[in-house]
C-alpha cells in the first residue's frame, strides 16, 4: 500500500464550483504539505501543517484554504474554482528530523473549466 | 530567498550511456539539503537522492550519484548505465534544513533515454 495517497486521482469541475482534494499517509510523519505543479514552474507550495493545531500558507495561498483533521489527514479546498487552478496538485509529508525529507503522494489532476 | 536552476530544459542519452544534469542554487545559508527528485510519466514524485551540505563526500544511490560543488553552489546528477525506465523529468530541489517547512524546486530537466 502507498505511504502517502491522494483522492481524486483525476477531477474535472466548473468555473465556481467548491472542490476538496484530500491526503491521507501511513508514514506516522508530523509534517504536511500541499504543492502546485504547472507546466515549466516546477512545484510551488500552496499551505503548510506541522500538526494537527499549526496550519500555515505557503508562497501562493490565494484561493485556496486547508484542513488538518488528523495527524494522517490533510485536506485542500477550492472555495471557487477558477480555470487558472487548473494544475497537478501533490501532497507532500515529512518528519519533523533535521532532515525533513519529504515523501509525495501520487497526485491529483484538476480541471477548471 | 532561495532560488534553484536548472539550466537544460530537455536532455536524451543513448541506453547503457551516461548522462548528467545540472543544478546550481543561490542560499546564504552554510548548512542545508539538496534533493534529486524523478517524475516519470506516471507523473509520482519519486526521491532519487539526497545531499547534506555539511557532508564532503557526494552522495550515491546504485547507478545515481551527485557532484556536489559547495563553494560553487552547485549540485548536479550523475546517471550511469542509462536505462529506458530512467526516462522522466527531474527536478532538483532545496531545504534549508533545521526544520525549514519549504522545499524550493528548479523547473526541471527532461530527460529521454533511447533505445
Known amino acids: 500500500d502507498a505511504d502517502v495517497t491522494q483522492t481524486p486521482r483525476n477531477r474535472i469541475t466548473k468555473t465556481g464550483k467548491r472542490i476538496m482534494l484530500e491526503c491521507s499517509q501511513t508514514?506516522?510523519?508530523?509534517?504536511m504539505y500541499w504543492y502546485r505543479q504547472d507546466p515549466g514552474l516546477g512545484l510551488r507550495l500552496i499551505y503548510y501543517?506541522?500538526?494537527?493545531?499549526?496550519?500555515n500558507k505557503g508562497e501562493i495561498s490565494d484561493g485556496y484554504s486547508v484542513s488538518r483533521q488528523a495527524q494522517a489527514k490533510f485536506s485542500l479546498s477550492l472555495e471557487s474554482a477558477i480555470p487558472n487552478q487548473t494544475a497537478l496538485y501533490f501532497c507532500?509529508?515529512?518528519?519533523?528530523?533535521?532532515?525533513?525529507?519529504?515523501?509525495f503522494g501520487p497526485g491529483t489532476r484538476l480541471t477548471v473549466l | 530567498a532561495q532560488t534553484v536552476t536548472q539550466s537544460q530544459p530537455e536532455m536524451s542519452v543513448q541506453e547503457a550511456e551516461t548522462v548528467t544534469l545540472s543544478c546550481t542554487y543561490d542560499?546564504?545559508?552554510?548548512?542545508?539539503?539538496l534533493f534529486w527528485y524523478k517524475q516519470p510519466p506516471s507523473r509520482q514524485m519519486i526521491l532519487v537522492i539526497r545531499?547534506?551540505?555539511?557532508?564532503?563526500q557526494n552522495a550515491t544511490e546504485n547507478r545515481f550519484s551527485v557532484n556536489f560543488q559547495k563553494a560553487a553552489k552547485s549540485f548536479s546528477l550523475k546517471i550511469s548505465d542509462s536505462q529506458l525506465g530512467d526516462t522522466a523529468m527531474y527536478f532538483c530541489?532545496?531545504?534549508?534544513?533545521?526544520?525549514?517547512?519549504?522545499?524550493?524546486f528548479g523547473k526541471g530537466t527532461k530527460l529521454s533515454v533511447i533505445p
Open positions: 507532500a509529508t515529512s518528519a519533523a528530523t533535521h532532515t525533513d525529507t519529504q515523501y
Open positions: 508514514k506516522g510523519h508530523d509534517r
Open positions: 501543517s506541522f500538526d494537527v493545531k499549526d496550519i
Open positions: 542560499t546564504s545559508e552554510s548548512n542545508y539539503y
Open positions: 545531499q547534506e551540505a555539511y557532508k564532503q
Open positions: 530541489a532545496f531545504n534549508s534544513g533545521a526544520g525549514s517547512y519549504q522545499l524550493t
